[in-house]
């Protein structure tokens, strides 16, 4: 079992990420992709994944938090980039949830296509972030390709737009806990569609922890509620369900699992 999108680089993980990875362990989770979301949480997720066997890290800087962030960073994140233990950009994207200023989405726009560009050169896969924005991801997918292919982290859209980006590219859609709680009807009908060989588990640990521990710090070994959930939800057993996202997840990311 392989958590897709996690942040153990962030606060109180990081700072107990023994514990953590030990706990990951024990519950049968041997891998993880520790994701950044600026330069210093990149840079974390770099020494993480050469501390811990099993663990490796994205680069990127999420759509909020461009701001302020100059050139000569970007250009780094490049060169971060280029270590062996990092498999992909990101967490990069759109999020439209709180930003309503035309301007500033258009700065998110620009963002995300330069990281494409950095994917691209480096010859990557990338994890997106589409929060309410999923339409203008959409378009510049299409008009921006991803060269090694990409991610949709906490996928969170209609079962349509799943359907058009299975149609449009040959991509893949994360699941978290969201799928675990009772009335969150969408996330469940995604996970129950979603094509097999396009499917991801994941946690976002420290976020959006699953039942039976919402309320409470996410972590990687939660993954094995998410993962009981989607099977019962598409009517298959646990190690079929974790033997399939295994070989998805070595699939995008060219790793070892």
């Known amino acids: 079992m392989f958590d897709s999108h996690c942040h153990i680089n962030d606060g109180i993980l990081y700072e107990n990420r023994k514990e953590i990875y ?22 974390k997720a770099v020494s993480i994944a050469h501390e811990f066997d099993g663990c490796y890290a994205a680069v990127g800087i999420h759509p909020e938090n461009i701001e302020g962030v100059k050139e000569s960073d970007l250009e780094r994140i490049e060169e971060l980039a280029k270590d062996d233990k990092v498999v992909a950009i990101g967490e990069i ?27 691209n050169r480096l ?19 299409l008009s921006h390709p991803v060269k090694m292919n990409f991610s949709l982290h906490c996928y969170s859209g209609s079962l349509e737009m799943m359907k058009a980006f299975s149609k449009n590219f040959d991509c893949y859609f994360g699941f978290d806990g969201p799928v675990t709680f009772k009335n969150a009807l969408s996330p469940k009908q995604n996970a129950a569609n979603c094509p097999m060989d396009r ?8 976020y959006l922890t699953p039942i039976p521990y919402r309320g409470k710090t996410n972590e990687p070994s939660f993954l094995t509620y998410i993962a009981e959930e989607i099977a019962k939800l598409r009517g298959i057993s646990v ?14 990311f060219h790793v070892e699992h």
Request: hydrophobic residues 40%; charged residues 30%.
């Open 22 to 43: 030990e706990r990951m362990k024990q519950k049968g989770v041997k891998g993880a992709l520790c994701v950044g979301w600026e330069l210093e949480s990149s840079l």
């Open 93 to 119: 994207g759109l999020d439209y949830h709180w930003e309503k200023d035309p301007l500033r989405r258009a700065r998110q726009k620009d963002f995300f296509v330069w990281q494409i560009e950095i994917a």
């Open 123 to 141: 010859s990557l896969p990338i994890t997106i972030h589409a929060r309410d924005a999923l339409q203008d991801t959409f378009d510049i997918l």
């Open 199 to 206: 499917l991801l588990l994941e946690t976002d640990a420290p």
């Open 239 to 252: 190690k079929e369900l974790i033997g399939k996202t295994d070989e998805n997840v070595c699939r995008l």
